[in-house]
C-alpha cells in the first residue's frame, strides 16, 4: 500500500511529462515483443530440423524474422530509454525549481534550522535518485513483466500443462526474495538518515576546521567524522551481507523452469498426450520467462526507496508555508505591538506563552533575559521568520500576515553575530543590502560601519574575495561587513541579536559605533546579553520562561524586577574581574 501511494505521488510529480514517459512505457514493450521473435524463430528451426525439413528459404526466412526481431528490439528499448530520460531529466528540473521556489515561502526559521548537509542530500542526492525510477523503472520493469505475461499466453494456448508447469520455479525463487523485501523500505529509510548524519559530520569538520585545528580539537572533531563515515559504511554492509545469501538464492532458483519442463514433457511425450513441436517450443520459450523477471526484480529496490524518496521531497515540497497578502501595503509608521503572541516551533511545544509588548516608532528597546527565555524567538517572530498563529504581530497597525513577506524583508534588517557572508567579493557582499547600489554607495556605507581602512589594505580591495562564510576574514571584519550590508539596506526597522557577542576589544569600539550610525532615526530592537551596552533604552524587556517578566527603563527595572536587578549586579561583578 505505502509503495502504491508512493508511485502514485511520484507520477504526480511527473505530470508535465506523462506523455512522453508513456509513449517510452509503449515503445519498450513493443520492442519486448519484437524480442520474442528470436525465440519463436528457434523453436519453427528447430522443429523443422526434428520433421527433417531441408529447404534452405524455410530457415533463411526464420533467421531474417530472428534478425528482423532482435533489431526492432533493439531499436524501440534505445527509443524508450531516450524518451524516459528525456522526460526524467526534464522532470527533475522542474521538481528542483519547484524546491527553490517553495523555500522562500517557507518560514525562514524553519529553513534556517534545516542542516546545508540535509538540505544537499534532498535538493541533490534525493532528487537525483528518483532517475532510477522515472528512466528505467517505468519502461525497463512493466516491459521485463510483459514480456513473461506474452510467453506465458501464447504456451497457454499450446499446453496449459506446460504453461503452469514452467512458472513453478518462480513462485519458489520470490519466497527467497521476499524475506529480503518484507522490511526494505525501512532498512532504506535508515540508510538515509544515517548519511544525512554522515553529510552533516563531513560539513560541520570541513566548516569548523579553522577552531578545530585552533583548540588542537583535531582528535576529538575528526573522532566524531570519522565515527560518522564508519558508521555509515557499516550499516551499508551489514545490510547488503543480510542480502547477500536469500538473494543469490532466488536468482539461482527463479532460471530454473526446465527442472519441471524436461521430464514432465518428456512423460508427456512418450504417452502421445504432447507433440515434439509443442514440446520443443515450450523448452526454448520457458528460457525467455526468467532473464526478463530477473531483470524486473533489480527494480523491486526501487519500489522500496521509492516512500523514503518522495517523503524526504514531500518534507519541502509540502512544507508549511507562510500565507501572506500580496497587495503592497502602506507604512504610516514603524510602531510594532505584538497583541497576546503564543508560539511554539514544534506542535504542542510552546516557547511563548501571551507575549504582549509595544515598541514605538523611533525608539530604542532591548529585550534581556536568562539564555533559553524566548529573546531571539520573539525578536525573528518580528522580523517574519515565522508566522504566528495564536495572537497578532503588527507594524505601523498592520498585521504582518496582510504584509507580503518581501516588504517586510526589505522593512526590516537583522543583524547577529554570525551573519552568513558569500564565497564572492567584498563589493557584491555589501551590495547584497541594496543590489541596485552603485560602487559609490556600497563604499560609503563601508566608511560609516568603519570597513573602509581594512578593506583598501587587502591586496584586492573591494574586489576581495573573503571565502565561503567569510572564512578568509576576521570575526570584526566579517561583522563590520555585514553592519554595512545592513546600513547600505536603510531599512527603518532594525534589529540587533548580539551583535558584538564575540568580538575583541579592539574591534568592539569600531563596531560600536558603527551600530549607533546604522540605528540612528530607526526604530530599534536590542537583544543583549551585555547589559551596560543598553542601559539608555528607552524601554527594556525582561523575558522569563517565555513571558514577559517586567518593563520599563533600567532604573526602574533596578527598582521593580529582581530578575532585572540580579541579572545587572552579576553583570557588573563580570565588568569589574574583567578590569581587575
Known amino acids: 500500500m505505502e509503495t502504491k501511494r508512493s508511485m502514485a505521488r511520484l507520477w504526480e510529480l511527473a505530470e508535465s511529462e506523462h506523455g512522453r514517459l508513456i509513449r517510452s512505457v509503449l515503445s519498450a514493450v513493443f520492442g519486448v515483443i519484437c524480442g520474442m521473435l528470436p525465440y519463436f ?38 527509443l524508450a530509454l531516450s524518451m524516459s530520460h528525456n522526460g526524467t531529466f526534464s522532470v527533475l528540473k522542474h521538481i528542483r525549481e519547484q524546491i527553490l521556489k517553495k523555500l522562500p515561502n517557507m518560514p525562514l526559521g524553519t529553513v534556517m534550522d534545516i542542516s546545508s548537509g540535509k538540505m544537499k542530500q534532498i535538493i541533490v542526492d534525493q532528487v537525483e535518485s528518483m532517475e532510477r525510477p ?43 526474495m521476499g524475506t529480503v523485501m518484507k522490511d526494505y523500505g525501512e532498512k532504506y529509510e535508515g540508510a538515509v538518515k544515517t548519511s544525512q548524519r554522515m553529510n552533516a559530520a563531513i560539513v560541520e569538520y570541513i566548516g569548523g576546521i579553522e577552531v578545530i585545528k585552533a583548540f588542537n580539537q583535531g582528535r576529538n572533531s575528526y573522532g566524531r567524522y570519522a565515527d560518522s563515515i564508519l558508521a555509515n559504511a557499516s550499516y551499508y554492509y551489514n545490510w547488503m551481507k543480510s542480502c547477500q545469501l536469500p538473494m543469490s ?91 497576546h503572541v503564543s508560539f511554539g516551533y514544534h506542535e504542542g511545544e510552546e516557547v511563548l506563552h501571551d507575549v504582549s509588548l509595544r515598541i514605538a516608532a523611533g525608539q530604542l528597546t532591548a529585550f534581556v533575559g536568562p539564555s533559553g527565555s524566548g529573546k531571539s524567538t520573539i525578536a525573528k517572530l518580528i522580523g517574519g521568520f515565522w508566522d504566528v498563529k495564536k495572537g497578532k504581530i503588527s507594524i505601523g497597525g498592520v498585521s504582518l500576515q496582510d504584509i507580503p513577506l518581501s516588504e517586510i524583508y526589505d522593512h526590516i534588517a537583522f543583524v547577529s553575530q554570525d551573519n552568513y557572508l558569500f564565497d564572492e567579493t567584498i563589493r557584491d557582499n555589501i551590495r547584497m543590502g541594496k543590489m ?24 584586492q580591495g573591494y574586489d ?67 547589559l551596560s551596552t543598553i542601559t539608555d533604552a528607552d524601554r527594556i524587556y525582561v523575558i522569563r520562561h517565555g513571558r514577559v517578566d517586567a518593563c520599563g527603563t533600567h532604573e526602574q527595572l533596578l527598582k521593580e524586577s529582581s530578575l532585572y536587578e540580579s541579572m545587572w549586579k552579576a553583570h557588573i561583578g563580570v565588568k569589574e574581574g574583567e578590569k581587575l
Open 249 to 339: 538464492i532466488a536468482k539461482a532458483v527463479l532460471p530454473t523452469t526446465l527442472i519441471t519442463i524436461l521430464p514432465a514433457g518428456w512423460a508427456w511425450y512418450v504417452t502421445g498426450s504432447l507433440s515434439a513441436e509443442t514440446f520443443l517450443t515450450v523448452i526454448i520459450l520457458s528460457l525467455g520467462v526468467a532473464g526478463p523477471l530477473i531483470a524486473a526484480m533489480n527494480f523491486i529496490d526501487d519500489l522500496a526507496k521509492a516512500g523514503t524518496i518522495v517523503d524526504s521531497v514531500d518534507s519541502i515540497l509540502k512544507g508549511e508555508e507562510q500565507i501572506h497578502k500580496d497587495q503592497p501595503v502602506p507604512w504610516p509608521d514603524s510602531d510594532i505591538c505584538a497583541d
Open 464 to 530: 576581495t574575495k573573503v571565502g565561503e562564510g567569510g572564512a578568509h576574514l576576521s570575526g570584526g571584519e566579517r561583522q563590520r561587513i555585514s553592519i554595512a550590508r545592513a546600513m547600505l539596506k536603510d531599512a527603518p526597522v532594525v534589529i540587533l541579536d548580539e551583535a558584538t557577542a564575540y568580538i575583541d576589544p579592539e574591534n568592539e569600539a569600531v563596531i560600536q559605533n558603527a551600530v549607533a550610525r546604522l540605528v540612528e532615526g530607526k526604530t530599534v530592537i536590542v537583544i543583549a546579553h551585555r
Open 134 to 176: 522515472l528512466a528505467h523503472l517505468l519502461p525497463e520493469m512493466t516491459s521485463n513483466l510483459m514480456g513473461p505475461v506474452f510467453i506465458l499466453i501464447y504456451l497457454l494456448i499450446l499446453d496449459w500443462r506446460m504453461a503452469l508447469l514452467s512458472l513453478v520455479s518462480i513462485p519458489a525463487g520470490m519466497i527467497f
Open 436 to 459: 541596485s547600489a552603485s560602487d559609490q554607495e556600497v563604499e560609503e556605507a563601508a566608511k560609516a560601519a568603519g570597513c573602509d581602512e581594512f578593506i583598501r589594505s587587502l591586496e
Open 41 to 78: 524463430a528457434a523453436a519453427r528451426m528447430i522443429s523443422g530440423l526434428f520433421s527433417g525439413n531441408r529447404q534452405i528459404q524455410f530457415y533463411a526466412a526464420w533467421c531474417l524474422l530472428a534478425f528482423a526481431g532482435y533489431t526492432a528490439r533493439a531499436v524501440f528499448y534505445a
